[in-house]
C-alpha cells in the first residue's frame, strides 16, 4: 500500500482551523477530512487517529508560532517597539474575532488537557517557552537601557501574557477595534511605563 502525498505543513493548518472552528471533541473524521482534503485513511496512516492528528496539529502550531514571535522580534527595531507592533497585531487578529485567529493552545487546554495529560504537557511547555521568551526580552530591553523598571522581566512577562489571554477571551464579547485598541495601548503603558 502506498503513501498518498501531501503537503504536512498546509494538511496541519487547515486542520487547525477545523478545531478552532468546533473544538476537538466536536471535530468529526468526516470534518477533518473535508477540511484537509484528505481521504479518512489517508489520515489513519499518516496520524494514526484523531488524536494524533491533534498532537501534529498542536506541534505545527508550536512551530507557526515561534516564526511569528521570532519574526517580530528579529533585532531589527527595538525590543519595545517591537512589542508595541506584536500587540497591534494580536489585536487586529482578534478585530473580526475569526475563529481561525484565536489560540489553539488556548482552545485545547479549555476543552480537553484536564482529560489527557500527554495534551496538557505539550501545551503547558509551549507556554512556558513563549513565557521564557518574552521574559528574556524584558531583560534585554532593561540591560540595554531601553526599558526601566523596577519589576522583574519574568513577572512582566507573566503581566504581558496574562493580557493577552484576557484580550483573546474579550475580543470574544466582540467590544470593537477601538476598545480593544486602547485596552492593547495600556497593556503596552502598564509594561513600559513607569
Not at 90 to 117: H, M, P, R, Y
Request: glycine content about 6%; charged content about 25%; hydrophobic content about 40%.
Amino acid at each position: 500500500m502506498r503513501n498518498a502525498e501531501f503537503n504536512r505543513q498546509e494538511v496541519l493548518r487547515l486542520v487547525m482551523a477545523a478545531f478552532m472552528q468546533k473544538g476537538y471533541t466536536k471535530t468529526s473524521m468526516q470534518d477533518l477530512s473535508k477540511a484537509s482534503g484528505l481521504h479518512p485513511g489517508s489520515i489513519y496512516c499518516a496520524f494514526e487517529n484523531k488524536r494524533g492528528l491533534l498532537l501534529a496539529a498542536l506541534e505545527q502550531y508550536k512551530q507557526d508560532q515561534h516564526i511569528e514571535f521570532t519574526c517580530f522580534f528579529d533585532g531589527s527595531r527595538p525590543i519595545l517597539c517591537a512589542l508595541k507592533i506584536y500587540l497591534d497585531d494580536i489585536v487586529s487578529k482578534f478585530v473580526d474575532c475569526d475563529v481561525d485567529n484565536g489560540c489553539l493552545f488556548t482552545k485545547t487546554l479549555n476543552e480537553i488537557a484536564g482529560q489527557d495529560e500527554e495534551v496538557r504537557t505539550i501545551i503547558v511547555a509551549s507556554l512556558a517557552a513563549w513565557q521564557q521568551a518574552l521574559t528574556d526580552l524584558f531583560t534585554q530591553a532593561k540591560l540595554s537601557g531601553e526599558l526601566v523598571s523596577l519589576r522583574e522581566s519574568d513577572h512582566l512577562a507573566r503581566y504581558l501574557v496574562m493580557g493577552i489571554y484576557g484580550l483573546r477571551t474579550f475580543a470574544q464579547t466582540q467590544p470593537g477595534a477601538k476598545i480593544l485598541q486602547q485596552l492593547a495601548d495600556q497593556l503596552y503603558d502598564d509594561l513600559c511605563g513607569e
